[in-house]
């Protein structure tokens, strides 16, 4: 056995492994949890496992899972983005309120994109470069963000009709039956799940939210890193404002309410540390996946939609416990 002191090759090992540890007992558990539940439900409810009613989930959890997946790259670089919600019902309301104005609507939805990714600069330049908490960055930046879409619409949803066929397939269409929308968040998680283990950009966020000393001190520029990710969460935020304005052709200021809550359980739950440095992008969309099932479950069993809050928030309790447990556990 050969045994390398170099610390930078160790660091290597010790970050492949971590991604087939990962890769392979988390979401293989999430997984087999899932198939559990879906079980269970198909018992207690013959109409969970009806085609339209599967349908009518995967295009229900499809904004989250675009914005666990940023959420997610966040969390690895040891922060967290507590505005993309708000970022999301802006860039909606931003769209649907140019369109309305006459505006075409791909340029009204790149319009929507650039506001977005102006929210992600300044929470970037304020954690990375200033040197901000990003709970208070980012909680500032939901506020002044749901503020705008608030006053956008003075309060009220915007009914967008006569949008063009081609955009309205992104939200309602689907290619050989299955929606459109769905392929968008598989072909996501796809694409991101493998920068997070294959591109050196994305390796970089591991080792800033392991030991941001050490990356510093490797000569990682920390502040442009902190940057992009920013962008990143409030760019899938934008993105999924957008989709769920071609969905409902309703731009409503409290589109995206509570969804960066959602998309933290969500990561969490698909094996993410809260403490940085360790994250699956597969295993959190796995975590939406999980939380819509459970929340579809009770919708139809007729549970009193005020439980689905508290049961996604209790499994995000137990979630963080296990993580916190494991944490422990390593560091001893």
Known sequence: MIVSNNPTAMGRIKSSNLFKITFGFRETSLIIIILLVSGVLTILSPQFLTSSNLASTGIALVADGIIAIGMTVALVLGAFDLSVGSIMGLASVVAGSLYLAGVEIWFACLAAIIVGIICGVINGLFVGKVGLNPFITTLAMMGIARGTAYIFTQG?????????????????????????????????????????????????????????????????????????????????????????????????????????????????????????????????????????????????????????????????????????????????
Do not use: C
């Open 156 to 332: 009220s949803p915007l009914s967008i009709g006569g949008i063009p066929e081609s955009f309205r397939f992104i939200g309602t269409g689907s290619i050989a039956g299955v929606p459109f929308m769905i392929i968008l968040l598989i072909i996501g998680t796809i694409v991101f799940d493998y920068l997070m283990r294959k591109s050196e950009a994305f390796r970089k966020v591991f080792y800033i939210g392991s030991n941001e000393k050490a990356a510093v001190l490797s000569g990682i520029n920390v502040t442009k890193i902190k940057m992009g990710v920013f962008i990143l969460t409030a760019l899938l935020a934008s993105i999924a404002g957008i989709i769920t304005l071609a969905r409902f052709s309703v731009a409503s200021p409290t589109t995206g309410d509570s969804a960066e809550l959602r998309a933290i359980a969500a990561a969490v739950i698909g094996g993410t540390s809260l403490k940085g440095g360790e994250g699956s992008i597969f295993g959190a969309v796995l975590g939406v996946l999980l939380l819509a099932v459970i929340n579809n479950g009770l919708v139809l069993l007729n549970v009193s939609v005020y439980w689905q809050q508290f049961v996604t928030f209790m499994i995000l309790l137990v979630a963080v416990t296990m993580d916190h447990i494991g944490q422990k556990r390593k560091s001893i």
